[in-house]
T-cell receptor, first 117, second 115 residues
Framework: AQSVAQPEDQVNVAEGNPLTVKCTYS??????LFWYVQYPNRGLQFLLK??????LVKGSYGFEAEFNKSQTSFHLKKPSALVSDSALYFC???????????????FGKGTKLSVIP | DTAVSQTPKYLVTQMGNDKSIKCEQN?????MYWYKQDSKKFLKIMFS???????INETVPNRFSPKSPDKAHLNLHINSLELGDSAVYFC????FGQGEVEKLFFGSGTQLSVL
C-alpha cells in the first residue's frame, strides 16, 4: 500500500523568508512523487514531480523539492516566499510497483501555507 | 480556453434526488478521473477511465455511476443523494506515457450541497 503524510496542517511564514512544506511517503517499491497547489475555489494545479534522476526537482513559480530516499521525504521549498504563494499544498505519491489498473495517486491531507506581509 | 471544464459549479439539491455532473477536457488526454474533496480538504479518488474504459473504481457507493461517452468526457451521475455526499467533486485528466506520468489537470470543481 502507498501512503503520504503531511505532518503540518498549517505553515506560517513571513514574506521574503524561505519556506518549507513537509511531506513523507511510504511505498513498497520506488516512488513517483508530486506536489500540487490549490488556490481558493480552484482545482489543484501541478507544481513539480520527481520520477528519477536528480534529487532536487525544480518546478513552477520558483518552487523546488528535494527527494530524500533514506528519510522517505519530499519536502517542498522556496527561497523567498510571496504573499501570492498562500494556498493549500498537496503532496502525492504513486508506487512504481502498482499493478496495471492501479494508476492512481494517493494525496496527503494538505498543508495550508500562509505568507504574512 | 478552459482545459478541463465541469458543470455545474454549484449544485444544491434535496436528499433523495438524482443529479449529474458533467466534465469535458480539450487536452486530448486519454485518462479522466473523478475525485471527491471533503470538508477537511481531504482528496480521494473515486473513478478513473482510460480510453472510455473503467480502470479504477474505489470503494464508492453504487449510487455513484460514471459514464464516459468518449475519451473527452466523463460524467458523474449520483442517485438518491444523501447528506454525506455533500463535498466538492473534481474532474481531472492526464495523458499516460510521454514522460507525463500523473501530471493531472483539474477542473475547478463542483460544490455539491445536499439539504
Amino acid at each position: 500500500a502507498q501512503s503520504v503524510a503531511q505532518p503540518e496542517d498549517q505553515v506560517n511564514v513571513a514574506e521574503g523568508n524561505p519556506l518549507t512544506v513537509k511531506c513523507t511517503y511510504s511505498v513498497s517499491g520506488n516512488p513517483y512523487l508530486f506536489w500540487y497547489v490549490q488556490y481558493p475555489n480552484r482545482g489543484l494545479q501541478f507544481l513539480l514531480k520527481y520520477i528519477t534522476g536528480d534529487n532536487l526537482v525544480k518546478g513552477s513559480y520558483g518552487f523546488e523539492a528535494e527527494f530524500n530516499k533514506s528519510q522517505t521525504s519530499f519536502h517542498l521549498k522556496k527561497p523567498s516566499a510571496l504573499v501570492s504563494d498562500s494556498a493549500l499544498y498537496f503532496c502525492a505519491v504513486r508506487d512504481t510497483r502498482s499493478g496495471a489498473g492501479s494508476y492512481q495517486l494517493t494525496f496527503g491531507k494538505g498543508t495550508k501555507l500562509s505568507v504574512i506581509p | 480556453d478552459t482545459a478541463v471544464s465541469q458543470t455545474p459549479k454549484y449544485l444544491v439539491t434535496q436528499m433523495g434526488n438524482d443529479k449529474s455532473i458533467k466534465c469535458e477536457q480539450n487536452l486530448g488526454h486519454d485518462t479522466m478521473y473523478w475525485y471527491k474533496q471533503d470538508s477537511k480538504k481531504f482528496l480521494k479518488i473515486m473513478f478513473s477511465y482510460n480510453n472510455k474504459e473503467l480502470i479504477i473504481n474505489e470503494t464508492v457507493p453504487n449510487r455513484f455511476s460514471p459514464k464516459s461517452p468518449d475519451k473527452a468526457h466523463l460524467n458523474l451521475h449520483i442517485n438518491s443523494l444523501e447528506l454525506g455526499d455533500s463535498a466538492v467533486y473534481f474532474c481531472a485528466s492526464s495523458q499516460f506515457g510521454q514522460g507525463e506520468v500523473e501530471k493531472l489537470f483539474f477542473g475547478s470543481g463542483t460544490q455539491l450541497s445536499v439539504l
